[in-house]
Nanobody
Framework: QVQLVESGGGSVQAGGSLVVSCAASGNMWCRYDMSWYRQAPDKEREFVSDIDIDGVQNYADSVKGRFTIAQDNTKKKVFLQMDNLKPEDTAVYYC????????????????WGQGTQVTVSS
């Protein structure tokens, strides 16, 4: 089983910063493409950022230039540095890990964290 544990959410004023993190349990040698999504009240879950095992990063236009995604050397932890936060960034942030091609001891699959709340006040 693969479990994702998220942390680092909280409440900040507009213009502040937060870092959310996500760690994948399971086989320590498995590597994942990892990403962040968010879901605001009464909104659909939307893509925020992702990073693959080669370090290639993508960002939603709404966060580009303000958020930075990074992965540690194990490829089992991902961090999202959020700067210049805006009230519209308020949402539950979800971590996702994907292994597209299964390997021995590391089956292909998609895994979601439980989410961490980020609240930005004006």
């Amino acid at each position: 089983q693969v479990q994702l544990v998220e942390s680092g959410g909280g409440s900040v004023q507009a213009g502040g910063s937060l870092v959310v993190s996500c760690a994948a349990s399971g086989n320590m040698w498995c590597r994942y493409d990892m990403s962040w999504y968010r879901q605001a009240p009464d909104k659909e879950r939307e893509f925020v950022s992702d990073i693959d095992i080669d370090g290639v990063q993508n960002y939603a236009d709404s966060v580009k230039g303000r958020f930075t995604i990074a992965q540690d050397n194990t490829k089992k932890k991902v961090f999202l540095q959020m700067d210049n936060l805006k009230p519209e960034d308020t949402a539950v942030y979800y971590c996702k890990a994907v292994k597209r091609v299964g390997t021995l001891g590391c089956p292909a699959g998609t895994y979601w964290g439980q989410g961490t709340q980020v609240t930005v006040s004006s």
